[in-house]
C-alpha cells in the first residue's frame, strides 16, 4: 500500500484562479477581530427542490453554506489541485485501487458533542449507499460515490472504504461539500426530511442554527472547534459570530444591498454587468472572482436522424461561427477571461485548447458552402430548399443568446430561440426537441463531464445518448474508463488530454464561456477566500 496524491499542473490552475481566494487576511490590514454578523446576499434558493443536506444538494449556493458548517475528510488546494488532509490525516489507496484507509484526526466532534470516529464515518458511507438507492440515483452525491459499496472500520481511528472498480475521482471526492461527514443519526431520517435542515449536523467552523427555504439561511460560531484545514490561516474558532444567507432574485438590488451597506457580501450566479462591477469598486468594495472548476458554459448538439447537427459539417462550422472573446467581452465586461476549453482553466488536468476554439467566419462559409448549403436572398443557407435552422431552447438565464445568434447569422446559420416554459423545462431533453442545448456541472475533477455525456451515469440519459454517434459515445466512455478506472497518474492525465482533444475535434462539445464566480465584498470584510470549488469560504473572513 502506498500514499497517492494526485498530480497536477500547480503553475496552470495558480494563473488560472483570476484572482481572490487567498487563505489568509490581506497583509496590511492588521490583526483579525472578533465578532459581527456577516450578511450575505445570494442568489435564490432552488425553487423545486430547496435542500441544505450535503449529499443530496447541487445547488450552488446551499453548497457555499455547507462547507462551512460540515468538514470533509481531505481538503483540495484551489491553488494546486492538490488533496491535502483535513479530518483524516493520512491516508493510502490499494494497489488495486479498490480500497481507500483513511486515518483520522483525534478529537473531533460534531456539533451535537458526539465522538466524530472510523464508525461515523463508515455510517456516513452506509448512508450515501442508502439515499442513491432511495432517490434512485437523484441525489447529487450519487456521481461522487460510483463503485462505492461500503466502508469497514478498521480500528476506532481508521476506516477503510470500499470500490467495486477503480475509481480515481473518489479521493478528490472526499474533500467536497458532497461527501462533507454528519452526524450519522441524520440517516434515520428520510432524504426529504433531511432536505429541511432536520438532523443535519456537521462538525464544521459553524452550527446550522436554521434552513428557511427560499427565504434565509443562519450559521452560527461554533465553540471549542480546533481542526480547521491546514488551507486555512485559522484553524480555529471562527472570527464572526454569526452568517446570515439571505436570497434575492433581482441582481440589482443585490448590489444595491450591497452599496447601502444592508449586506457585505453580494453573490450573484451570473458575473456582475461590467456597470455594476464597476458601481461596486467606486463604492470603495472590492470585485473578488475565481473560475467555477469542472465543465465550462457548453452547447451539446442534437445528433440524432432528422436534426441538422447531426452533420459534422454543419458542427464544424457552427464551431468556427462562435466568436469567442468578443462573446466574454460583450457580455461580461472587457477583462472577463475568454473560454479555452471543454473545462474551466481552474479545473485539474485542463488543458488550453484555445487553438481549436478560434474564431473563423469566413472557413465557416468555406465549411458550409462545401457541405452543400448555398447563401439564399435573407443571408441564410438552404440546403435541399430547406433553411439552415437550430432550434435553441433557452430560458431567462441563458446569458447572451441573442449575441450568440448574431454571430451564427453572419455564417448564414438561423439560431432560432426559443424560450422555454417551467413544464417545457422538464420535458424537451427527454423529447429530443432541441438541436442545441447549454448546460455545465460544477466539481474540481474533470471526472465531472462523464455526468453529462457518458449515458451509462449521465443525469440526462437523453441528452448524452443524443451528443455523439454510438462511435462517438463509445470513445468518449473509453476515455473515461481509462482516466477513471487507473491508479496510473500519467494514464490519467493522457486520457483526459487526449478526450478534451477529441470532444472539439468531433464537434461533441462547444464552449461558449468560462463559469466565474464573482462576489462583492464590503470593504469592511477581510480575509476572504474562495475554496478549490468557487464556494465561500469563511474560516479566515473577519469585519471591521
Known sequence: MRLRLPIV?????????CGGGTPAATSGEGPPKSGGTLKVSFWPDNATLPCIDPFQVYWIESRSIIRNFADSLTDQDPQTGAVVPWLATSWQISPDGLTYTFKLRDGVTFANGKKLDAQAV?????????TVKATNGAAYGASYVQGLTGASVVDPGTVAFHLSQPNSSFLQATSTTNLAITDPAEYGLTPAERCTGKGVVGSGQFVL??????IETVLTKRAGYTWGSSLSKNQGE????????NYVAEDSVRTGNLIS????????????????EQLIQRSGHKVEQRALPGVSYTLFANTADGHVLGDPAVRRALNQAIDRKTYATTVFGANYPVVQGAFDSTTPYFTDKSAKLGYDPDGAQKTLEAAGWTVGKDGYRYKHGAQLVIDYPI??????????????????????????TNAQQTTYLPNGEYDLTGTYFTRADPGALQF???????????????????????????LFGKAIQSTDEQQTKQAYAELQDYLLEEGITFPV???????????KVHGFAFTSESFLKLNDVWKD
Not at 238 to 245: G, Q, R
Not at 395 to 406: C, D, H, I, K, V
Request: hydrophobic share 45%; charged share 20%; glycine share 8%.
Open 9 to 17: 499542473g500547480a503553475a496552470v490552475l495558480a494563473l488560472a484562479a
Open 122 to 130: 463508515a455510517d456516513n458511507a452506509a448512508g450515501w449507499i442508502a
Open 209 to 214: 442554527d436554521h434552513y428557511t427555504a427560499k
Open 238 to 245: 471562527a472570527y464572526l459570530d454569526k452568517v446570515v444567507f
Open 261 to 276: 451597506g444592508a449586506v457585505d457580501v453580494a453573490w450573484p450566479r451570473n458575473p456582475f454587468t461590467p456597470q455594476d
Open 395 to 420: 430560458t431567462q438565464f441563458s446569458p447572451g443568446a441573442e449575441l450568440l445568434q448574431a454571430q451564427l447569422k453572419k455564417a448564414g446559420i438561423n439560431l432560432s430561440l426559443r424560450t422555454l
Open 452 to 478: 453529462i455525456l457518458n449515458p451509462d451515469v449521465a443525469n440526462s440519459k437523453a441528452l448524452a445518448r443524443r451528443s455523439a454517434s454510438p462511435e462517438g459515445i463509445a470513445k468518449i466512455q473509453a
Open 513 to 523: 464561456f468560462e463559469r466565474v464566480q464573482k462576489a462583492g465584498v464590503s470593504g
